[in-house]
T-cell receptor
Framework: AQSVTQPDIHITVSEGASLELRCNYS??????LFWYVQSPGQGLQLLLK??????LVQGIKGFEAEFKRSQSSFNLRKPSVHWSDAAEYFC????????????FGTGTRLTVIP | GAVVSQHPSRVICKSGTSVKIECRSL??????MFWYRQFPKQSLMLMAT?????????EQGVEKDKFLINHASLTLSTLTVTSAHPEDSSFYIC?????????????FGEGSWLTVV
């Protein structure tokens, strides 16, 4: 069965500190992985995606994520967090082709302390 | 990048009335669109998959007669919440898959807040 687990419901970091948001997945086929960010009251914005190739993926806003097949993980990282990064982050897994939807994790809420 | 627009972004309606939410892909064609619902502090839950020119496929537990989905063109899908009740108050988000590609890149709208009073 397909599922995405984000073990951390809420994370608080100081501005300027590094960040890692965890994501583990279970998927029956080759997974294609996404990270989305949702600012309060707004929709989702794609941060980055992994389809194939280099397992370290660069995204927007200085984020990166690393696909580790052996650990079924796709953790999101940022070396130095900005106050504007405070938001809800969703990891999702889907199929490469077809009309398949995405399976979402429950999200991790990031609070940034000045 | 690809843009998906939802309208209205916020709507308040009276209990028993119907409300329509539009989802438009502004600069690409979308054969498939998805409608999600998000309850407070929870993740997105897929409600239905909308394919252009055909009936939507609803997820288990979603009332198709209550949540009417129409995907009449390659750039527009609508969700109509009929006979709305306060428990239908939620954040509704649509997404659209770019047509004609082999990659499953999906773009999301900004969402619509529905409050039923």
């Amino acid at each position: 069965a397909q599922s995405v687990t984000q073990p951390d419901i809420h994370i608080t970091v100081s501005e300027g500190a590094s960040l890692e948001l965890r994501c583990n997945y279970s998927y029956g086929a080759t997974p294609y992985l996404f990270w989305y960010v949702q600012s309060p009251g707004q929709g989702l914005q794609l941060l980055l995606k992994y389809f194939s190739g280099d397992t370290l993926v660069q995204g927007i806003k200085g984020f990166e994520a690393e696909f580790k097949r052996s650990q079924s993980s796709f953790n999101l990282r940022k070396p130095s967090v900005h106050w504007s990064d405070a938001a809800e982050y969703f990891c999702a897994v889907g199929a490469e082709t077809g009309a398949n939807n995405l399976f979402f994790g429950t999200g991790t809420r990031l609070t940034v302390i000045p | 990048g690809a843009v998906v627009s939802q309208h209205p972004s916020r709507v308040i309606c009276k209990s028993g009335t119907s409300v329509k939410i539009e989802c438009r892909s502004l600069d690409f064609q979308a054969t498939t669109m998805f409608w999600y619902r998000q309850f407070p502090k929870q993740s997105l839950m897929l409600m239905a998959t909308s394919n252009e020119g055909s009936k939507a496929t609803y997820e288990q537990g979603v009332e198709k007669d209550k949540f009417l989905i129409n995907h009449a063109s390659l750039t527009l899908s609508t969700l109509t919440v009929t006979s709305a009740h306060p428990e239908d108050s939620s954040f509704y988000i649509c997404s659209a898959r770019v047509s004609g590609t082999t990659r499953n890149t999906i773009y999301f709208g900004e969402g619509s807040w529905l409050t039923v009073v």
